[in-house]
């Protein structure tokens, strides 16, 4: 079965860090881009950060830029998100998902996705 299982979501202060993880079970990450995609209550999924299937291109959006760092060991078969300075904004449902090799910013081109990970920012 291929799926994608992301992990290490939780909550945290403002101003805290979190990496959450995506684990590829029955194929290799390595020909896929990797994107992460985040989802608040009652807002439209965005995408946040991706990695090209190399590693050699990272994408992030305004949001998250110089804060958040997208990362992948493809030895592993796991890509990382790195999120530090977390703000309230952040808290989300994050997900990742795999596409053919370069980053794409339609998520109906992303073939695969995981279940979600609860990110959640307060004081």
């Known amino acids: 079965q291929l799926q994608l299982v992301e992990s290490g979501g939780g909550s945290v202060q403002p101003g805290g860090s979190l990496r959450l993880s995506c684990a590829a079970s029955g194929f290799t990450l390595d020909l896929y881009a990797i994107g992460w995609f985040r989802q608040a209550p009652g807002k439209v999924r965005e995408g946040v950060s991706c990695?090209?299937?190399?590693?050699?291109?990272?994408r992030y959006a305004d949001s998250v830029s110089g804060r958040f760092t997208i990362s992948r060991d493809n030895a592993k078969n796991t890509v990382y998100l790195q999120m530090n300075s977390l703000k309230p904004e952040d808290t989300a449902i994050y997900y990742c998902?795999?596409?053919?090799?370069?980053?794409?910013?339609?998520?109906?081109?992303?073939?695969?996705w995981g279940q979600g990970s609860q990110v959640t920012v307060s004081s």
């Open positions: 990695i090209s299937s190399s590693g050699g291109t990272t």
């Open positions: 998902a795999a596409a053919q090799r370069v980053c794409r910013r339609d998520p109906l081109e992303y073939n695969y």
